[in-house]
Nanobody, 112 residues
Framework: EVQLVESGGGLVQAGGSLKLSCAAS????????IGWFRQAPGKEREGVSC????????TYADSVKGRFTISSDSAKNTVYLQMNSLKPEDTAVYYC?????WGQGTQVTVSS
């Protein structure tokens, strides 16, 4: 059974940092693309970042470029999202995605 479990969210002041984790089970992340999405209250879910485990290519939304970094640890079957210089507009529930599978999400709240 495929499962994605996010963790690492929390409350942080503007300018602070958080590192999100997405622990995968039921498949190996090595040959697939894993993405991070977020959804703020009253807004549609949007893509934040994606990593292609096959060739290591990473992509970022313009709004997070230079501040967020996606990475992975194959031994732990886990994908990470390091978020620096956080802004209040980064406040959202962050989700991990693999194909049609989604995690339960982790709340990130950035206070001004």
């Amino acid at each position: 059974e495929v499962q994605l479990v996010e963790s690492g969210g929390g409350l942080v002041q503007a300018g602070g940092s958080l590192k999100l984790s997405c622990a995968a089970s039921g498949f190996r992340i090595d040959d697939f693309a894993i993405g991070w999405f977020r959804q703020a209250p009253g807004k549609e879910r949007e893509g934040v970042s994606c990593i292609s485990m096959y060739d290591g290519i990473t992509t970022y939304a313009d709004s997070v470029k230079g501040r967020f970094t996606i990475s992975s640890d194959s031994a732990k079957n886990t994908v990470y999202l390091q978020m620096n210089s956080l802004k209040p507009e980064d406040t959202a529930v962050y989700y991990c995605n693999y194909m049609s599978y989604w995690g339960q999400g982790t709340q990130v709240t950035v206070s001004s």
